[in-house]
């Protein structure tokens, strides 16, 4: 079956980074666009940044651009977020998802319903 497990979460002071890292299983990576999400503490679940399967289109919620690196590596099964310039307000569980979607539209990934598989989450934890 499908398995989606991030890790690289954790304690970290503002202004540092982190890279979390969501290996996938049980199927074809290069088939899916993938997307991250994240959950605050007491908010709904919210869109970080997705890239399409083709890998030539990636988007950012506003709030991380210029700060967020989505990437994957087919050769590890591997999606990855590079996190630098980190701030209390990045506080939260950060999910990993993939979509079956060949869609190339932001439309298309920065919605929960967009995703067919989801990871367990990994915590963030941002001091000031």
């Known amino acids: 079956q499908v398995q989606l497990v991030e890790s690289g979460g954790g304690l970290v002071q503002a202004g540092g980074s982190l890279r979390l890292s969501c290996i996938a299983s049980?199927?074809?990576?290069?088939?899916?666009?993938q997307g991250w999400f994240r959950q605050p503490p007491g908010k709904e679940r919210e869109f970080v940044a997705a890239i399409n399967r083709s890998g030539v289109n990636t988007w950012y919620a506003d709030s991380v651009k210029g700060r967020f690196t989505i990437s994957r590596d087919y050769a590890k099964n591997t999606l990855y977020l590079q996190m630098n310039s980190l701030k209390p307000e990045d506080t939260a569980v950060y999910y990993c998802a993939f979509t079956y979607s060949s869609c190339s539209n932001l439309g298309c990934y920065d919605d929960t319903h967009d995703y067919n598989y989801w990871g367990q989450g990994t915590q963030v934890t941002v001091s000031s």
């Open positions: 049980g199927l074809t990576f290069s088939n899916y666009g």
